[in-house]
């Protein structure tokens, strides 16, 4: 991995988290996927609890990939939680959900998701669609980072 940001999945279903692996494999996006399978374990990961106790909280991703039905968490707590937390508040959050409900997409955008992408049926648009993503977020977006006291 070297120096590069980890991308953080939040997704519970097996068969989208395997085809976006496989979109990542596929377009050459080397970074570590971290995958937590439910809201509270993507609250774990970012915030160093529970499984995730004692990681190397510096090394925050380089974006996170969170949909919104989610067990034990759903997606907008998730965003609401990580939106109020000055360690989390800037991380780039594209909400990536087969919800094509305007309420969701107004409550995503409400809450501070930086993006949001209706997850395509089609495995060829699938595969697109991530690159495309993991173009724009990995190399094209610069993140921010919390200034240095002086």
Do not use: C
């Not at 596929?26 to 970012?46: C, M, S």
């Amino acid at each position: 991995m070297g120096t590069e940001r980890p991308i953080l999945l939040v997704e519970d279903n097996p068969d989208d988290e395997a085809l976006t692996l496989r979109a990542f494999s596929k377009n050459h996006i080397t970074n570590q996927v971290v995958v937590a399978r439910d809201g509270i374990e993507a609250i774990d990961y970012l915030f160093g609890e529970g499984n995730h106790a004692g990681r190397d909280l510096s090394l925050m991703p380089a974006v996170i990939l969170l949909d919104l039905k989610l067990p034990r968490l759903d997606g907008f707590e998730v965003l609401q939680r990580v939106r109020t937390a000055p360690r989390t508040r800037l991380l780039p959050i594209v909400v990536l959900t087969t919800s094509r409900e305007q309420r969701d997409i107004y409550k995503a955008y409400s809450l501070g998701a930086n993006s949001y992408i209706r997850k395509p049926v089609d495995f060829e648009k699938f595969i697109r669609t991530v690159s495309e993503l993991g173009r724009y977020w990995l190399t094209h977006n610069e993140i921010a980072e919390a200034p240095v006291a002086t």
